[in-house]
Nanobody
Framework: QVQLVESGGGLVQAGGSLRLSCAASGRTVSKHAMAWFRQAPGKERDFVAAVSYNGGSTAYTDSVKGRFTISRDNAKNTVYLQMNTMKPEDTAVYYC?????????????????????WGQGTQVTVSS
């Protein structure tokens, strides 16, 4: 059984940066697409970014393009989300997700229903 554990969240001022990490254990995720989602209070969980199994393809929601970068280190079984020029509207709980039902996908899923494995989330708060 795979476990996904996020870390790196915290409080940051607007314009600042944070780097989230998602460490997978129990099973390699190197063959699978991985993603980050976020959920603000009272809102649905929304797609933020996804990365293909080998890191060769990435996808982002429009609001974070040019500011956030998703990457992965398959040797460490870890996925990252570098967040720069952060805004108060980035405040949310950030979740790591893995599509472990498919391998070597050429497309990048962006729906929550595409991902069967989730971390517990890490809080990110951006102050104005």
């Amino acid at each position: 059984q795979v476990q996904l554990v996020e870390s790196g969240g915290g409080l940051v001022q607007a314009g600042g940066s944070l780097r989230l990490s998602c460490a997978a254990s129990g099973r390699t995720v190197s063959k699978h697409a991985m993603a980050w989602f976020r959920q603000a209070p009272g809102k649905e969980r929304d797609f933020v970014a996804a990365v293909s199994y080998n890191g060769g393809s990435t996808a982002y929601t429009d609001s974070v393009k040019g500011r956030f970068t998703i990457s992965r280190d398959n040797a460490k079984n870890t996925v990252y989300l570098q967040m720069n020029t952060m805004k108060p509207e980035d405040t949310a709980v950030y979740y790591c997700a893995g599509d472990l039902s498919h391998i070597f996908r050429s497309d990048l899923p962006i729906a929550t229903t595409d991902y069967g494995y989730w971390g517990q989330g890490t809080q990110v708060t951006v102050s104005s």
